[in-house]
Structures are given as structure tokens and as C-alpha cells.
């Protein structure tokens, strides 16, 4: 079946630097993917909407300048959170459509 | 507003004992999806229910829809250790796999 790969799995930074967290579907193309951030213990929250050739749609609440969104082509969507800082620690997880292919996600720490 | 807002619960029950969550939601939909998610893991999509569906198996879960009353339940039969899980359920509006996911049940199979 469609596989989605999520990468990296995990990642501690330094507060103020950027991180790339990458997700690539492995065998269709993905015009369309779907970034979501889940605090502990708490549900998934979509943050955008990523669009292959064009910008992504963000979600109320969600700055489009900390959270860079790049879809340069139909198998990759790049997010990078840029100065991270502690509150960013979060699991962050994409899905690719047509189908609701998930990654294995991302756990961001922020020291 | 957050679609798919099950009653967040922890719920601990026996090894072959029966399992049942709830999800309620808001606005109309196209389907409506349960996940499984293990502690700090990625998701595990377990059934796809369409708006025009009202009961759907899948091996040992079943799920139902009512749009009328805009809510979904899932049961798990002859539970297992295994099962132990977070289980989210999650709309989606137009068909286009833009997710909005519900508080999640946490459930504990006891061997």
C-alpha cells in the first residue's frame, strides 16, 4: 500500500535554531499534504495545508513565519520551524492525500 | 470549531472484554475515520466510514455512524493486551482528507 515517510523520527534543538522535518510519499503523488501538531496527551491539531507548486493554506493560530511550508514537488512537503523555542515541542505528524497516509511523525524537543 | 470531539476517557477494561468509544461532531461530512495511536507513536488508520454508510466491519471492529445525530462509535469485540492504544476519531469534511480529529479515548486492555 501508499506508504508516507516522515523524517526525522525524532530531533532535539537548541533554542533559536530551525529544524526541517520532512515528508515524502514513498509510491503516489501527493498534491495535496497535510501538516498536524499533537501536544502530550492531547489530539491532533492541523496547522496547514500543503499545496504542491503553490503557498500553503495555514490555520488560524498557526504563524506562517515560524512554520515554513514548502511543497516543491509531488513527493515532498518540507515543514521547518524556524527559531525554535521550548514551546515548540510537539509531535508533529503528515498525511498525504488522495489517501489519508499518515507519517510516523516527528517528536521536536527544544532545549 | 474542533470536529470530531469524542468524550475524552480513559477507559480500562479485561482482556476479552468488549471496548466502546463515541465520537460526536458538529456539521456535515463526507466520512469519518477511526485511528489507533500507540504512546508517543504515529497513527494506525482502522476504518473509513462514508456519510451514506451506517455500520462497518473491519476483523474484530465495528464501527456506526448516525448522521442524524452526527456521531460514530467503534467498538473493539474480544479485546486484547495489544489493543492498549489512544483511539482518535476524525472528520473529514469535503472528501479531501483535511482531517479534524477528536479528543481521543485512551484504552487499557489488562491482560
Known amino acids: 500500500g501508499a506508504v508516507v515517510s516522515q523524517h526525522p523520527s525524532r530531533v532535539i534543538c537548541k533554542s533559536g535554531t530551525s529544524v526541517k522535518i520532512e515528508c515524502r510519499s514513498l509510491d503516489f503523488q501527493a498534491t495535496t499534504m497535510f501538516w498536524y501538531r499533537q501536544f502530550p496527551k492531547q489530539s491532533l491539531m492541523l496547522m496547514a495545508t500543503s499545496n504542491e507548486g503553490s503557498k500553503a493554506t495555514y490555520e488560524q493560530g498557526v504563524e506562517k513565519d515560524k512554520f515554513l511550508i514548502n511543497h516543491a514537488s509531488l513527493t515532498l512537503s518540507t515543514l521547518t520551524v524556524t527559531s525554535a523555542h521550548p514551546e515548540d515541542s510537539s509531535f508533529y505528524i503528515c498525511?498525504?492525500?488522495?489517501?489519508?497516509?499518515f507519517g510516523q511523525g516527528t517528536r521536536l524537543t527544544v532545549v | 470549531s474542533q470536529q470530531g470531539e469524542e468524550d475524552p476517557q480513559a477507559l480500562s477494561i479485561q482482556e476479552g472484554e468488549n471496548a466502546t468509544m463515541n465520537c460526536s461532531y458538529k456539521t456535515s461530512i463526507n466520512n469519518l475515520q477511526w485511528y489507533r495511536q500507540n504512546s508517543g507513536r504515529g497513527l494506525v488508520h482502522l476504518i473509513l466510514i462514508r456519510s451514506n454508510e451506517r455500520e462497518k466491519h473491519s476483523g474484530r471492529l465495528r464501527v456506526t455512524l448516525d448522521t442524524s445525530k452526527k456521531s460514530s462509535s467503534l467498538l473493539i469485540t474480544a479485546s486484547r493486551a495489544a489493543d492498549t492504544a489512544s483511539y482518535f476519531c476524525?472528520?473529514?469534511?469535503?472528501?479531501?482528507?483535511?482531517?479534524?480529529f477528536g479528543k481521543g479515548n485512551q484504552v487499557v486492555v489488562i491482560p
Open positions: 476524525a472528520t473529514d469534511h469535503y472528501g479531501n482528507n483535511r482531517l479534524a
Open positions: 498525511s498525504a492525500s488522495p489517501e489519508a497516509f
